[in-house]
């Protein structure tokens, strides 16, 4: 069983950065493609990020591009969101998410159902 715990969420305000971590067990978190999704009150989860395995690859939604960035550390099956120029839009549970299907393409990591293992969730607030 694959367990994610997320991390790093707060009270920011508007202009300001979070770092979210999301610690994976299990010993294949190096062949899995990891995600990020948002969920704001009242609204549909929405696809925040993706990295696919080796990290070679990273896909964003275009509201957080230049500002967003994922990025994996195998060695300590850990995969980050450096959140920098928040919003008060970008106030959301963030979880994590793992998916076991390699070489796919950025679309679908964009995509919920591409993936296996979800985290808790850790809330997001940015103040204006």
């Known amino acids: 069983q694959v367990q994610l715990v997320e991390s790093g969420g707060g009270l920011v305000q508007a202009g300001g950065s979070l770092r979210l971590s999301c610690a994976t067990s299990?010993?294949?978190?190096?062949?899995?493609?990891m995600g990020w999704f948002r969920q704001a009150p009242g609204k549909e989860r929405e696809f925040v990020a993706a990295?696919?395995?080796?990290?070679?690859?990273?896909y964003y939604t275009d509201s957080v591009k230049d500002r967003f960035t994922i990025s994996r550390d195998n060695a300590k099956n850990t995969v980050y969101l450096q959140m920098n120029s928040l919003k008060p839009e970008d106030t959301a549970v963030y979880y994590c998410?793992?998916?076991?299907?390699?070489?796919?393409?950025?679309?679908?990591?964009?995509?919920?159902?591409?993936?296996?293992?979800w985290g808790q969730g850790t809330q997001v607030t940015v103040s204006s």
């Open positions: 998410a793992a998916s076991t299907r390699t070489y796919r393409t950025g679309s679908y990591y964009s995509r919920g159902g591409s993936y296996d293992y």
């Open positions: 299990g010993r294949t978190f190096s062949s899995y493609a």
């Open positions: 990295i696919r395995w080796s990290g070679g690859s990273t």
